[in-house]
């Protein structure tokens, strides 16, 4: 190997490092929910299977667990109570629910009995079928409010919720020709990492602060399909308050999408040749991506006007409610947020 290589190489794996150590701190003093292992490798049609743990957990009767994924990647097989967990063999586990279109699976289980445990162990372990190459947050869903009971909570005998953190995973389904492509970004002294699992040559890659967006070229043989997963910091995109667009040249393009307390975790694919990619936040209503909503955004909806999802021309952006159908609402959707600019 030349000198240039080893210090590629070298950095490489530094980098690996550091965006492994900041996707996934260690484990606190506190009691904590942690998927096992936090990241896995599944090649495509094969299962995987993950562990759900607790760690440093004081009087536990009774836990609820959320745990949210990008079903277009994998799917939920199988849920089991091992042997070895934290009630042992005094526990009743309900029916859970296995949600394939949402992607979340929803266990509950109680101790049989008035009393509660203490120390680290199993939950549960969660079976995935590997669906589509790309990669899928392993996400521990937190109530926002303990009062609501749809989350994921630890609780004591006398129903008094045990603060823990979440420690979230992934799950990379990978397949030949894929790639992860790691990306430093520095913005104010602070180090952000962007990581590209692709099939497709990735150059050219760029995070514009102001703009807030994610530019690169994605370039493989014409005549295949390109598949990209863009791993980003949530921060990137402001994609919380508004909607992620994803632009393949210029084109609008569908995208699945899991998230996790610090990333979100976008997949999409192209025809190839070198297509330049955009991915960045705007409004609720702007359909060709220019962070506008104009005339020519409302004329798309209305042209889309009663198609449905599987149809061959079915535009996701068209469809505002998510209900798989263009209808009245959607243009009057869109028509609501008409004159409406994106700001950063
Ligand atoms: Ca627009
Ligand atoms: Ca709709």
């Known amino acids: 190997m030349n000198r240039k290589a080893t210090i590629l190489l070298g950095l490489l794996v530094t980098s690996t490092i550091i965006f492994l150590s900041f996707r996934f701190a260690s484990p606190l003093a506190g009691t904590a929910i942690i998927v096992n292992p936090n990241k896995s490798y599944v090649q495509i049609g094969q299962t995987v299977t993950i562990n759900v743990t607790v760690s440093n957990v004081t009087n536990l009767n009774t836990w609820q667990l959320r745990l949210g994924f990008n079903p277009s990647i994998i799917n939920c097989t199988d849920i089991t109570v091992p042997d070895e967990n934290i009630f042992g063999s005094y526990f009743i586990l309900f029916p859970p629910e296995i949600d394939n279109a949402e992607g979340y699976v929803l266990v509950f289980c109680v101790l049989d ?4 445990v203490n120390g680290s162990g199993n939950l549960v372990q969660v079976e995935f079928n590997s669906i589509d190459p790309g990669i899928s947050s392993l996400e521990i869903v937190e109530p926002e409010c303990p009062s609501e009971l749809c989350d994921t909570y630890l609780q004591e005998p006398d129903y008094e919720f045990i603060p823990f953190e979440g420690m979230d995973g992934i799950v990379i389904v990978t397949d030949q ?37 994610i530019m690169f070229d994605a370039t493989g043989t014409t005549g295949t399909v390109g ?11 402001n994609g919380n308050v508004s909607t992620i667009m994803v632009l393949v040249d210029t084109t609008p393009t569908p995208y699945s999408l899991s998230k996790n307390a610090t ?20 409004i609720i209503g702007d359909i060709n991506g220019d962070r506008k909503v104009r005339v020519d955004d409302v004329l798309v909806v209305a042209l889309a006007f009663g198609s449905n999802e599987g149809d061959p021309d079915w535009n996701p952006y068209t469809d505002l409610d998510k209900d798989g159908k263009v209808r009245v609402n959607d243009v009057l959707a869109v028509a609501k947020e008409f004159g409406k600019e994106w700001a950063p």
């Open 113 to 116: 009995g008035t009393y509660g």
């Open 177 to 213: 020709g894929f790639e992860e492509n790691l990306f430093t970004v520095i913005i104010n002294q602070e180090t952000y990492h962007v990581l590209i699992f692709s099939n497709s040559t990735i150059t050219t890659f760029n995070y514009d602060q102001g703009s807030k967006k």
């Open 227 to 237: 598949s990209t997963t863009v791993a980003t910091p949530t921060s990137f995109l």
């Open 263 to 282: 990333h979100d975790f976008i997949q999409f694919t192209y025809q190839h040749s070198t297509r330049n990619i955009k991915i960045f936040a705007t």
